[in-house]
């Protein structure tokens, strides 16, 4: 299965900012995607970024929020925008393994918003 | 994506002792996945069932998926301290709510 790096693994920001979180894996891969944790919650589907197009957005969240970029096969980021405490959670990035892999994930990125 | 309910929250178990946890769904699943999330990690795919009335097993973990394909199982014997964590059912791109486990020594 692939190996996802993921960065950075945790973040303290200010309410206002925006930070763009960077998912690099160690294969090509058509579709990754961005997920959002909440603490203690489940996993909930952000987005889906395919290269060469724009990235799909689940219902709840927009592109003015969180723009993807998806510039090649093995690299993506997320950026949260305009931050503010609502949106301290954990994200993680995912692709597929095919078949009988399931989903990889990266190790998450923790922010915090203060 | 497809719905899917999980059962129980959360389940404190006696080491040694067994537990399951379910997940359900109301409508035909095309498969289902389950994961482990140890705490302060991430999720990592423990397997996947595809057919109707699908029996896998991994070690101490026996894993069902039903008949009908809407519930999917996860039974757990003789739990150790190193089963703690939430157990994640999905499918689709949509996962359950999740069973954390704890255990009692």
């Known amino acids: 299965s692939a190996v996802i790096s993921q960065k950075p693994s945790r973040d303290i920001c200010q309410r206002g900012t925006s930070l763009t979180i960077q998912c690099q894996v160690d294969s090509q891969v058509t579709m990754m995607f961005w997920y959002r944790q909440q603490p203690g919650q489940s996993l909930t589907l952000i987005a889906t970024?395919?290269?060469?197009?724009?990235?799909?957005?689940e219902s709840g969240f927009v592109i003015d929020k969180f723009p993807i970029s998806r510039p090649n096969l093995t690299f993506s980021t997320l950026t949260v925008s305009n931050m503010s405490p609502e949106d301290s959670s954990i994200y993680l990035c995912?692709?597929?393994?095919?078949?009988?892999?399931?989903?990889?994930f990266g190790s998450g990125t923790r922010l915090t918003v203060v | 994506g497809q719905q899917v309910m999980q059962i129980p929250q959360y389940q404190h178990v006696q080491e040694g002792e067994d537990f399951t946890t379910y997940c359900n769904s109301s409508t035909t699943l095309s498969n289902i996945q389950w994961y482990k999330q140890r705490p302060g990690g991430h999720p990592v795919f423990l397997i996947q069932?595809?057919?109707?009335?699908e029996v896998k097993k991994q070690k101490r973990l026996t894993f069902q998926f039903g008949e009908a394909k809407k519930n999917s199982s996860l039974h757990i014997t003789a739990t150790q301290t190193t089963d703690v964590g939430t157990y994640f059912c999905a499918s689709k791109l949509s996962f359950g709510a999740g069973t954390t486990v704890t255990v009692r020594a």
């Open positions: 970024a395919n290269q060469g197009s724009e990235a799909t957005y």
């Open positions: 995912s692709v597929g393994g095919g078949a009988n892999y399931g989903y990889t």
């Open positions: 069932l595809v057919k109707s009335g």
